[in-house]
């Protein structure tokens, strides 16, 4: 990939973590990255904690029959959605030509 990243937009920064979670830690958040080719890319970030959480939530509500099973689009699950830890997973997933797998542009 030969185009500059300008800006990391992450959504649990501007909105604070999702109901009943825990900033960082029991989140999931959208994550837009943008390149000085003005192109815009998203994708959605798990914690691990998260989907566990979201698992047991399931068993309750009777959704995805009962926490039987989980998915979202453009998902990438990590440790923490921390800035830090999101960048450098982005920094990863373009040298290691991954990037276009999981994120999708915005047209």
Do not use: H, P
């Amino acid at each position: 990939m030969n185009k500059a990243i300008i800006d990391v937009w992450i959504g649990s920064e501007v909105n604070g973590s999702i109901i009943g979670g825990v900033l960082y830690e029991n989140d999931n958040t959208d994550v837009i990255v943008s390149f000085n080719d003005n192109s815009k890319y998203v994708a959605t970030f798990f914690t691990y904690e998260n989907i566990e959480s979201l698992r047991r939530k399931n068993q309750k509500t009777g959704e995805c029959l009962n926490g039987k099973y989980f998915w979202a689009s453009d998902m990438i699950i990590v440790e923490k959605t921390d800035r830090s830890t999101i960048v450098e997973t982005i920094d990863n997933l373009i040298e290691n030509d991954q990037f276009n797998q999981i994120f999708k542009e915005i047209k």
